[in-house]
């Protein structure tokens, strides 16, 4: 079946770059998606890139995207004490109505 | 800039009850989902809801599960007889098409 995974940690120091890896299986996968979770609050949609995409920026954040490895990353540049939190990474295919499947999540921490 | 709620926050209820989980989606928005997380494992795809019938459900929403539309705002999940396993987060989401789904702040479901 379908799965999603990722590195469980990531430590960085203010100011330098993160970078989160996400693997997937579906070949058939349509949009890919980035979340954030900080403590105590709900999944905020960071980003997403369609399949045919290989990458997209949205200011601090890059997203790249190589199909052919199934091989998904969020960069953030510049990278805040604000940033410390669970990034999600999360998949979807056309043909089954939009579920996600996600991955365990990635917990960054930004060290000043 | 709307969002999706969620009540209660947290939810404490002995095995064997009933409870439901309220949402409201963001008002415009056609698609309808539950997920859940529990402590510790992977986000878990619940049900999809659109034009006022289920689109998909996975296996872990069996008979015990229902979902309802009962008015134009509120969208609610029930549980009818709680386990000790339903213990989770569950959050709601909605979405206008294909791409973006919005969750909200999630409900802590405690069942003892």
């Known amino acids: 079946g379908e799965d999603v995974e990722q590195s469980l940690f990531l430590s960085v120091r203010e100011g330098d770059s993160s970078v989160i890896n996400c693997t997937y299986t579906?070949?058939?996968?349509?949009?890919l998606y980035w979340y954030k979770q900080e403590p105590g609050a709900g999944l905020q949609l960071l980003t997403y890139?369609?399949?045919n995409m290989d990458m997209k920026q949205d200011q601090r954040l890059t997203v790249l995207l190589n199909k052919k490895d199934k091989h998904l990353s969020l960069r953030i540049a510049d990278t805040q004490t604000g940033d410390s939190a669970i990034y999600f990474c999360?998949?979807?295919?056309?043909?089954?109505?939009?579920?996600?499947?996600w991955g365990l999540g990635t917990s960054l921490a930004v060290n000043p | 800039e709307p969002e999706v709620t969620q009540t209660p926050s947290h939810q404490v209820t002995q095995m064997g009850q009933e409870v439901i989980l309220r949402c409201v989606p963001i008002?415009?928005?056609?698609?309808f989902y539950w997920y859940r997380q529990i402590l510790g494992q992977k986000v878990e795809f619940l049900v999809s809801?659109?034009?006022?019938?289920?689109?998909?459900k996975s296996e872990i929403f069996d008979d015990q599960f229902s979902v309802e539309r009962p008015d134009g705002s509120n969208f609610t999940l029930k549980i009818r007889s709680t386990k000790l396993e339903d213990s989770a987060m569950y959050f709601c989401?909605?979405?206008?098409?294909?791409?973006?789904?919005?969750f909200g702040p999630g409900t802590r479901l405690t069942v003892l």
């Open positions: 989401a909605s979405s206008a098409g294909w791409n973006e789904q919005f």
């Open positions: 008002s415009n928005h056609l698609y």
């Open positions: 809801f659109y034009n006022n019938e289920i689109s998909e």
């Open positions: 579906d070949s058939s996968s349509t949009y």
């Open positions: 890139i369609f399949s």
């Open positions: 999360a998949e979807s295919s056309a043909g089954n109505n939009r579920k996600l499947i």
